[in-house]
């Protein structure tokens, strides 16, 4: 059963829709403002985080060693990475408004490059010459999300420590939920979104995704009554502006996962390859480049969207097809083999 779902599919359906809420709100053309209407980055964020939780869970559950837990989420996330991070550095010095020599002269250059390396994109989050007129000079901002991703695969293990030594999962679970929604909302109240945003305040979605999987079989035993719940408490939240926010996590998360393992028509939608990963890391500078050159007002905003949708999507198969697949092919050999001698 834990095999045969579309997470793939869900993936897919947040990764683009980040990529339509960036394209609105990035390309600054009013004629894709209505992109707004039914995109919404923040969503498609807290999705990943939930899938996260449940399947890097799933990983962790069925892999015998931390070691090789530890491998296994390195080897998908660094190397697509890695590769975007260099490759952008070197191919926007064509892009800047600086001479070559300049470009590569500057010590931006060299802090965007070390700082993006260690996931800290915050600190330098912009290239030298480069969308200085945009709305926003930050050369991938959906970057933010990933540090917060790499720290969610660290502190999984201490989790299940702390669930091993208590023997109450609900309790250690509960607890880290009810923790980081007081960060979420205290420092909101605080005005201080930037630090709103980091692993405390996400971390409900990702322990949402944990308990999830730990009670998979309760959850698709009774997945009627609480899809009913979920979504009658989404309504009052959307709609009827109810102050259930400390639920929304729980509920999004039943959400999520019940749809996962119940729309057998797109179970097989990532045969082709996990093109998902690829989509979200390269569309930000794509949209950028777009906007840095005006392409939005000078020819069709409707086409010119379409037409960074179609270049993401070439990277992404691209980033899978030579990057991704191939390191993880690599590695398939040698994980055998260690699995082999810790159950052999």
Wanted: contains cysteine.
């Amino acid at each position: 059963m834990y095999n045969k779902n579309c997470f793939d599919f869900l993936r897919f359906f947040f990764a683009i829709n980040i990529l339509l809420a960036h394209l609105s709100e990035l390309s600054q053309n009013k004629n894709l403002f209505f992109l707004s209407y039914f995109s919404n980055a923040l969503i498609g964020v807290k999705g990943f985080f939930i899938i996260s939780g449940f399947l890097v869970t799933k990983s962790y559950v069925n892999t015998p060693s931390l070691k090789l837990y530890f491998i296994k989420r390195i080897k998908r996330i660094l190397p697509a990475y890695f590769v975007l991070i260099v490759i952008s550095t070197l191919v926007f010095s064509i892009f800047s408004s600086y001479e070559f020599s300049a470009y590569f002269l500057d010590t931006g250059t060299y802090k965007y490059l070390g700082w993006n390396l260690f996931f800290l994109n915050f600190m330098h989050p912009c290239l030298p010459g480069l969308f200085d007129n945009n709305l926003l000079c930050s050369v991938n901002g959906s970057l933010w999300t990933l540090k917060i991703e790499e720290g969610f695969y660290i502190v999984l293990p201490l989790i299940f420590y702390g669930i091993k030594k208590t023997q109450k999962p609900l309790l250690i679970l509960a607890s880290l939920y009810l923790f980081s929604l007081g960060y979420w909302f205290l420092l909101n109240h605080l005005d201080e979104p930037l630090l709103a945003k980091q692993l405390p305040g996400y971390l409900s979605y990702f322990v949402t995704g944990i308990y999830l999987f730990l009670t998979f079989d309760y959850v698709m035993k009774n997945k009627k009554v609480l899809l009913g719940l979920s979504v009658a408490i989404l309504i009052s939240y959307y709609v009827l502006s109810f102050h259930v926010g400390f639920l929304y996590p729980a509920t999004f998360g039943l959400l999520v996962i019940i749809i996962a393992y119940n729309f057998p028509f797109f179970n097989n939608f990532g045969k082709y390859g996990d093109f998902t990963y690829g989509l979200y890391i390269y569309h930000f500078p794509i949209i950028q480049l777009f906007r840095q050159y005006n392409l939005f007002n000078k020819y069709n905003a409707v086409l010119m969207g379409i037409t960074v949708i179609l270049i993401t999507l070439i990277l992404a198969v691209f980033s899978w097809l030579f990057i991704e697949k191939r390191f993880l092919d690599r590695f398939k050999s040698s994980n055998r083999q260690i699995i082999s001698s810790y159950v052999g």
